[in-house]
């Protein structure tokens, strides 16, 4: 209690032992009560008073900034120029038909020599002439068609090795590059990657049975082991045209038309085998 209230409970005492009324007592407590100070309590927080925030842990998580830029993803097919500028190839698109017209050949000399036969009207094309009885004889011997000419050139047309056969893509591409042709000999190659070769005026050499006819492959094992598909009749035909539906080929001088599906037939049996232009 106050030493103002204090006071003011005793003068009232006072007053009353004096005579004076409750009513004068009341309102001198009243007044003295109302001016002085207020008892001191717990002060509560005033509902407007602002709330501290807390200080950032770091100045980049206090700025307020924009969702980051999603990541660049660079195309597989994608390379980097030497200045580190971005090139993307543009996808080749085929015509749907192509045919290489200044083209021509002539019958085969040998009984079995398609090959050379075919590789010399090839390198012809190309503006390299080779005489072929000399072809046929700078390809090695083996009997293995992946290594060499297999059995005599002038052998029946229809066996497999060991008898007289022929020879595969690999022996007639390395001749052809003595003659300075940049030839390759694969298998697995495709139709898109035949077209794809036409479509640049390239004739393509392939691996067929007969005149583009079906066959039976079967594996060859040599006397070293190694191991091969060959088939009966295997021949060697140019690839000269193609368009939505057919392939053109020449073989022996004559051109022919197949159906693609015909031409896939028969060129599956060796493994879609050819020799092509690769520069």
């Known amino acids: 209690m106050s030493r103002s209230l204090a006071r003011s409970i005793f003068a009232c005492l006072l007053m009353l032992l004096s005579g004076l009324t409750l009513v004068s007592c009341s309102q001198t407590a009243a007044v003295l009560i109302h001016n002085s100070p207020p008892i001191p309590s717990q002060t509560p927080t005033r509902p407007d008073t602002p709330t501290i925030q807390s200080t950032p842990t770091s100045l ?27 090139i993307i190839p543009t996808e080749t698109v085929l015509p749907s038909e192509h045919y290489i017209l200044n083209i021509s050949g002539h019958h085969q000399y040998f009984a079995i020599g398609c090959e050379a036969s075919v590789a010399v009207d090839w390198a012809a094309y190309f503006g390299v002439h ?58 697995a190659f495709t139709i898109g990657q035949i077209k794809s070769e036409i479509a640049k005026d390239r004739p393509v ?47 022996n001088g004559r051109f022919y038309q197949t159906p693609i599906e015909v031409f896939e037939n028969s060129w599956n049996v060796l493994e879609n085998m050819v020799v092509y232009w690769s520069k």
């Open 205 to 251: 050499i392939a691996w067929v049975i007969g005149n583009v006819v079906g066959g039976i492959p079967s594996l060859y094992t040599d006397r070293q082991g190694r191991k091969t598909i060959v088939a009966a009749y295997e021949h060697v035909v140019i690839v000269t045209g193609y368009n939505e539906k057919s392939i053109r080929y020449m073989t």
């Open 130 to 187: 080779i005489n072929e009885f000399n072809f046929q004889y700078e390809m090695p011997l083996s009997d293995n068609p992946d290594y060499g000419f297999v059995g005599d050139v002038n052998g029946p047309w229809g066996q497999v090795p060991p008898y007289a056969y022929g020879v595969y893509a690999g022996p007639v591409a390395k001749t052809l590059q003595k003659h300075g042709l940049p030839a390759k000999g694969t298998k």
């Open 60 to 86: 980049a998580s206090a700025i307020p900034t924009k969702n980051p830029p999603a990541a660049i993803t660079t195309p597989s097919p994608a390379i980097l120029s030497e200045n580190n500028q971005l």
